[in-house]
């Protein structure tokens, strides 16, 4: 099974400062590759799927890239309202998988 | 608009079967589109991936728990359920229900969970 790992585990950043986590998958994969963001006590929002592409609604300072083994999801400029945990996902073979996830803390 | 919301027992005893239901709104279930999934996030911890199922009776499960889960969908009631068997407290979780891109579909609109309901909490007690 393909094994996903995000980086870091936490993060401490502040207002405005760009921010960068990265999913790394244990072999090369496809871009069925998917960024969520989750709060406290609520359901994860998708932001990034196929790797790069923009979920409808979800404000631009969103940003996914990445091919083969490594994948980023960046945040151009922080907000207030983007303190929260990120997953990646990947699909491949009839399974889903996640990354443990990224803490994105106030500095 | 279409919404999901799981239901079922917040606790279960240790040993038992778990069992919840998912019931659809907004959409068919029927739909040959989508699957629907359960997701599941034990307190504190990461998301996890349980299962899903295609509205035909297919099904995918994940292999660290495909001994014990069982997904099963009703179309006439257009709801789905999760039975998860020989429940330990390390299955205390939230559990999550969600629609997905069947294979096709996601071949072009990426295998992503877009719609989610809110969670229900299941507590494992011994």
């Known amino acids: 099974d393909i094994q996903m790992t995000q980086s870091p585990s936490t993060l401490s950043a502040s207002v405005g400062d760009r921010v960068t986590i990265t999913c790394r998958a244990s072999q090369s994969i496809n871009n069925w590759l998917a960024w969520y963001q989750q709060k406290p006590g609520k359901a994860p929002k998708v932001l990034i799927y196929?790797?790069?592409s923009l979920e409808s609604g979800v404000p631009p300072r969103f940003s996914g890239s990445g091919s083969g083994t490594e994948f980023t999801l960046t945040i151009s400029s922080l907000q207030p309202d983007d303190f929260a945990t990120y997953y990646c996902?990947?699909?491949?073979?009839?399974?889903?998988?996640f990354g443990q996830g990224t803490k994105v803390e106030i500095k | 608009q279409l919404q999901l919301q799981e239901s079922g027992p917040g606790l279960v005893k240790a040993s038992e079967t778990l069992s919840l239901t998912c019931t659809v709104s907004g959409d068919s279930i029927s739909s040959n589109n989508y699957f629907w999934g359960w997701i599941r996030q034990p307190p504190g911890k990461g998301l996890e991936w349980i299962g899903s199922i295609y509205y035909s009776g297919s099904t995918f499960y994940s292999p660290s728990l495909r001994s014990r889960v069982t997904i099963s969908v009703d179309t006439s009631e257009n709801q789905f359920s999760l039975k998860l068997s020989a429940v330990t407290a390390a299955d205390t979780a939230v559990y999550y229900c969600?629609?997905?891109?069947?294979?096709?579909?996601?071949?072009?609109?990426?295998?992503?969970?877009?719609?989610w309901g809110q969670g229900t909490l299941v507590t494992v007690s011994s």
């Open positions: 196929k790797a790069s």
């Open positions: 969600a629609r997905h891109n069947d294979l096709l579909t996601g071949y072009y609109k990426g295998h992503q969970f877009g719609y």
């Open positions: 996902q990947h699909y491949n073979s009839y399974l889903w998988t």
